[in-house]
């Protein structure tokens, strides 16, 4: 990788939602990029929190007790073994996502997509 990495350059490599991309590691985390849209499911990561920072869009973060909503430039950590599903419901959202290295977007190596590394 190399040590300037241009956002918007990388995020017109690809066009897939729910596919994130490594475009980064720092110490023993990737740093992640990502465009959803839609729905994601269910899930938790039981080992580790997840942090999310929206760039473009809007994206909520449905938790089973609330509704956190991102704005562009905000951010939010979802605890360790906490419950949620982001959601983008008025299109297409482009954000970062740090999560320790090798961490399924899903939790769940069985049914998480494969990350691969631009």
Do not use: C
């Amino acid at each position: 990788m190399s040590d300037v990495v241009n956002l918007a350059a990388k995020f017109a490599t690809f066009t897939e939602h729910w596919a994130p991309r490594i475009v980064a590691r720092y110490n023993d985390n990737d740093i992640r990029i990502v465009k959803v849209e839609g729905e994601f499911v269910w899930h938790s990561h039981p080992e580790t929190d997840d942090f999310f920072l929206v760039l473009e869009g809007v994206l909520d973060i449905e938790l089973r007790d609330r509704t956190v909503t991102l704005n562009p430039g905000e951010i939010f950590v979802v605890p360790r073994g906490v419950e949620h599903r982001p959601v983008a419901r008025h299109g297409e959202v482009k954000m970062i996502v740090i999560e320790p290295a090798g961490t399924p977007n899903t939790g769940d190596t069985a049914t998480a997509t494969q990350v691969e590394a631009l």
